[in-house]
């Protein structure tokens, strides 16, 4: 590790991290940290363990042992409530994107902060929706139910409800995934002025290259459970790693 | 395998049944969500329950009398009906209508929540899933039962006197007298305590399978057809029971 990153603060740390299905390791005693103001790109093949990680990292699912601290608190050893108070700093954007299919995009936007603060507004809360949608270009969808928008919009949307909360650290699960290019390259525009509005921290999730290229200060290669590279993309891309090998063989095609 | 995979259900069941009750006395309770879901559900039903309540009613009544009249108690059909509507019949097609149109109707929309990660949004946005989807619907369920238990005894009822009067023409006044001399309320109390019941269960079976599917599509479908084959088992098994305690009080 160099020494500015040792000067730098980790918000997120994974301390040998260890989880299994059965018989089926996944997180082979992981460590790796998330600094403040970065973004950080976790490469890796389809069933690598990469959702798994971020998921171990809002308490959805329990590692088998190892330790995880954010923003400072041990989330092994957190009551349902101290839980929930990492959980309002954290910003999680599904593969899915998760919207509520029973709610309107406002009612969407509108639920996490009504759950949250049962003391708002709702002159506020209509301010805060038209604020988020507004950023993302999407206000004209307001009264319009999930359904009946595209796969990019509902990214798009479903960025926008996790930054209702200002969240201090973003996690994104495949935010291009089964996106086309232009599509792909505007999620990963968003991801960018994300970052640079609300100064975020990020965990990307990813197998596309152009969206690591894209959006990453530092990308590490998460293969057998292990995180067995780490780098700047141009780091990687000018010596690849035999892992990486095929990721970057694709690209050249 | 098998027993142990019923044995670790079993427990699994004993824990979510225990975190609700723990949610319900662990304000604040998700008054507006339980009012709304208990309107849905009681808009819903409403149809189905006056159909077969209605039905019921004359096919109870048609089948009694001839035995009634082969004793010369004709005049005991009000009699007869209201008991067996009131404390039986009344409460147990309510129960398993709605075992089989709320139970599948929770399963199936929580399962397709759970699947598409809609549940895990909500935990990751700390909106407190279980008590906003699970609780309110299982408290919805508890409330809503009695009052369409009510609704259905009364469309048996009248069932039963539009069948009586093509026996013999008697008013409808004569006819509720008849049904109010004959019904207690320990008949009352105890159907609406049963009814609760069943509510109550409906919505946690509809609620634990719903909440806890998995395997995409295929998951929602089966959660859905196993909250309604475990709550109409249920509803037989807290009748039988039900039955028995009564017992010591008739």
């Known amino acids: ?49 990469k959702s798994v990680l971020i998921k171990c990292l809002v308490g959805l699912i329990k590692p088998d042992a190892g330790k995880i601290t954010v923003l400072g608190r041990d989330m092994m050893n957190l009551t349902e409530e101290e839980l929930n108070e990492v959980r309002v700093q954290i910003g999680f954007s599904f593969q899915g994107s998760a919207l509520y299919d029973s709610m309107t995009i406002y009612e969407n936007l509108a639920f996490p902060l009504r759950r949250t603060d049962s003391k708002i507004k709702e002159d506020e809360i209509e301010a805060r929706v038209r604020e988020r949608l507004e950023e993302v270009g999407l206000l004209k969808t307001i009264n319009q139910v999930p359904a009946e928008l595209s796969g990019g919009m509902k990214k798009r949307i479903g960025i926008a409800r996790t930054l209702i909360l200002n969240p201090k650290i973003m996690l994104y699960d495949e935010p291009t995934a089964g996106l086309d290019p232009e599509t792909a390259a505007d999620i990963n525009d968003l991801i960018l002025q994300v970052h640079k509005v609300h100064k975020t921290s990020a965990i990307i999730i990813t197998h596309d290259l152009s969206c690591a290229h894209a959006t990453a200060d530092r990308i590490v290669g998460l293969f057998d459970g292990h995180n067995k590279i780490e780098g700047t993309y141009d780091a990687l891309r000018n010596n690849p790693p035999e892992e990486l090998m095929s990721f970057f063989d694709y690209i050249k095609i | 395998m098998k027993v142990k995979s019923a044995l670790v259900q079993v427990a699994d069941g004993s824990l979510f049944l225990a975190k609700i009750f723990r949610h319900i006395f662990k304000p604040p309770l998700e008054i507006k969500e339980i009012i709304n879901q208990a309107y849905k559900m009681g808009v819903k039903s409403l149809f189905l329950i006056s ?3 209605f039905l019921a009613g004359i096919v109870f009544t048609k089948q009694s009398q001839p035995s009634l009249a082969s004793f010369g108690a004709e005049s005991w059909l009000p009699s007869l009906v209201s008991q067996a509507v009131v404390r039986s019949l009344g409460p147990l097609i309510t129960g398993l209508i709605c075992a089989g149109k709320l139970g599948s109707n929770i399963g199936a929309e929580l399962g397709s929540m759970r699947v598409t990660e809609q549940i895990d949004a909500m935990e990751v946005s ?24 009510v609704y ?28 109010v001399d004959s019904v207690t309320f320990l008949d009352i109390n105890a159907s609406m305590i049963k009814a609760a019941l069943f509510g109550f269960a409906i919505g946690c079976i509809g609620g634990y399978h719903g909440y806890n599917a998995s395997n995409g599509t295929t998951g929602v479908g089966k959660a ?20 028995q305690f009564l017992n010591f009080f008739r």
């Open chain 2, 224 to 243: 859905a057809n196993t909250a309604v084959v475990a709550s109409m088992l249920s509803i037989f098994i807290i009748d039988l029971i039900m039955l």
């Open chain 2, 126 to 149: 700390a909106s407190r899933p279980f008590s906003y989807l699970v609780v309110s619907r299982v408290l919805a369920t508890t409330l809503v039962l009695p009052i369409l238990v």
């Open chain 2, 152 to 179: 259905a005894d009364v469309i048996s009822l009248f069932g039963s006197f539009v069948m009586v009067n093509t026996f013999r023409s008697t008013s409808l006044l004569l006819y509720l007298g008849e049904v």
């Open chain 2, 51 to 53: 159909f077969t309540s």
């Open chain 1, 1 to 49: 590790m160099s020494e500015s990153e040792q000067d730098r603060k980790a918000v997120v740390i994974f301390d040998d991290v260890s989880k299994s299905f059965g018989d089926l390791v996944i997180l082979d005693n992981l460590s790796l940290k998330l600094y403040d103001g970065e973004n950080l790109v976790i490469l890796g093949k389809s069933g690598a363990g």
